[in-house]
């Protein structure tokens, strides 16, 4: 039971691992090369709206005046999304509204002279979510009355491995974009927990490794936003007509994952949206069945005397291995894939094997330390003296 809650502890843990982690990650890997492009029923589904090429220059402030001048020191000039652009792109789809959800992916943390006649837009839009950032102090004061979500995604030494769908600040629950976008289309909530929580009458984990399905190629082209208002009515209805659409900075905003280098969070949002819909969070008591027998076979062997075991269980190649201890490494990577073949559930299992090896090595360290003595030669020899020759 105590392997079992510190994996489940892992699961949760955002700071491993480190930038080359595509070995703690083999199971979504290895899924992964199954897709090879995105799926082009997505082009039916989704609608990316690039904001990277479409700027306007304003006054940067630093708000170090607090929340009742929110301006404060204006220093220098910063380029922002334009936002004259944003609202009349949300003036013009509020004529149709046939779209099915939207992410804007946006922050708005510094002042525009457009902000008036945007918020008016953006509040007359129906299924939205607007980024709310870590810190909702961030945002201008007029924006926070919006339906706002988490965009935040952990890259702990420099690389995306695992969304958090919601963070709790106080007995505030704020929920991450994907998250809001499921509960709206499916008219469920979450009931939170700490490891886990509860979701359309299933456990599932806070934080999971989404898999890439919707990938970073040319099966759904970003549009330019400038472009796109270029479009006739009938043209962009037709764009959006039932899409969940997704606007922000496609090209910059980029993060390290375990598939791509470079990819855009877009992606990063629209994949752990995915995973809720088909479930790969979920935990089913199979899965913790699965996991529990795993954990309670390596413990066994670590429990049970070496040399017994070693004799009995480790003559065999495929296990000889576990005796020395750097296998338990392998041997959990193969069940990640194992588990990500059967459950749909990508996890990380390596360091459950870190974990065994080391319990291993302090439970049976005098073994370990003969062991090494007769495979370094260290020592005296055993066996019968040989006679002097004469």
Same mark, same amino acid.
């Given at each position: 039971m105590g392997a079992l809650l510190l994996f489940f502890v892992l699961q949760k843990s955002h700071i491993l691992p480190g930038e080359n982690s595509k070995l703690f990650f083999l199971g979504p890997l290895v899924k992964n090369m199954s897709i090879s492009e995105t799926p082009e029923s997505y082009k039916k589904e989704f609608l990316i709206i690039n904001t990277s090429y479409d700027r306007m220059l304003v006054p940067h402030y630093e708000n170090v005046l607090g929340e009742a001048d929110f301006k404060g020191l204006q220093r220098g000039n910063i380029d922002i999304l334009d936002r004259e652009k944003l609202a009349r792109f949300f003036k013009r789809i509020k004529i149709f509204q046939n779209y099915r959800y939207i992410i804007c992916n946006v922050l708005f943390d510094q002042p525009s002279e457009y902000d008036n006649d945007l918020l008016s837009s953006i509040s007359n839009t129906q299924n939205i979510v607007v980024a709310q950032?870590?810190?909702?102090?961030?945002?201008?004061?007029?924006?926070?009355?919006?339906?706002?979500?988490?965009?935040?995604?952990?890259?702990?030494?420099?690389?995306?491995?695992?969304?958090?769908?919601?963070?709790?600040?106080?007995?505030?629950?704020?929920?991450?974009?994907?998250?809001?976008?499921?509960?709206?289309?499916?008219?469920?909530?979450?009931?939170?927990?700490?490891?886990?929580?509860?979701?359309?009458?299933?456990?599932? !984990?806070?934080?999971?490794?989404?898999?890439?399905?919707?990938?970073?190629?040319?099966?759904?082209?970003?549009?330019?936003?400038?472009?796109?208002?270029?479009?006739?009515?009938?043209?962009?209805?037709?764009?959006?007509?039932?899409?969940?659409?997704?606007?922000?900075?496609?090209?910059?905003?980029?993060?390290k994952t375990v598939y791509d280098p470079k990819t855009p969070s877009h992606l990063i949002l629209l994949n752990a949206f995915l995973a809720l819909e088909k479930g790969y969070p979920k935990i089913s008591f199979g899965l913790v069945a699965?996991?529990?027998?795993?954990?309670?076979? !390596?413990?066994?062997?670590?429990?049970t005397k070496q040399s017994k075991v070693e004799s009995r269980i480790f003559k065999f190649p495929l296990l000889g291995g576990l005796v020395g201890g750097a296998s338990y490494v392998l041997a959990m990577s193969f069940f990640s894939i194992l588990i990500n073949a059967i459950f749909g559930s990508n996890f990380n299992l390596v360091y459950m094997g870190v974990f065994f090896y080391l319990e291993n090595i302090v439970v049976n360290r005098h073994f370990h330390y003969l062991r090494i003595k007769r495979r370094l030669n260290i020592g005296p020899r055993s066996g019968r003296k040989r006679k002097p020759t004469t």
């Open positions: 950032g870590e810190d909702i102090n961030r945002l201008l004061p007029e924006f926070r009355a919006l339906n706002l979500g988490l965009d935040a995604i952990y890259t702990p030494g420099g690389s995306f491995s695992k969304y958090r769908l919601f963070e709790k600040s106080g007995d505030r629950l704020l929920k991450s974009m994907p998250l809001k976008m499921y509960e709206a289309l499916y008219d469920k909530k979450i009931d939170d927990g700490f490891f886990f929580s509860r979701l359309n009458g299933s456990l599932i !984990f806070n934080d999971f490794t989404p898999e890439y399905e919707v990938k970073n190629d040319a099966v759904i082209r970003p549009i330019d936003l400038g472009d796109i208002l270029l479009f006739d009515d009938a043209h962009l209805a037709e764009l959006t007509k039932g899409k969940i659409i997704i606007i922000g900075d496609y090209y910059n905003n980029l993060k699965s996991l529990l027998l795993i954990f309670l076979f !390596f413990s066994f062997l670590i429990i």
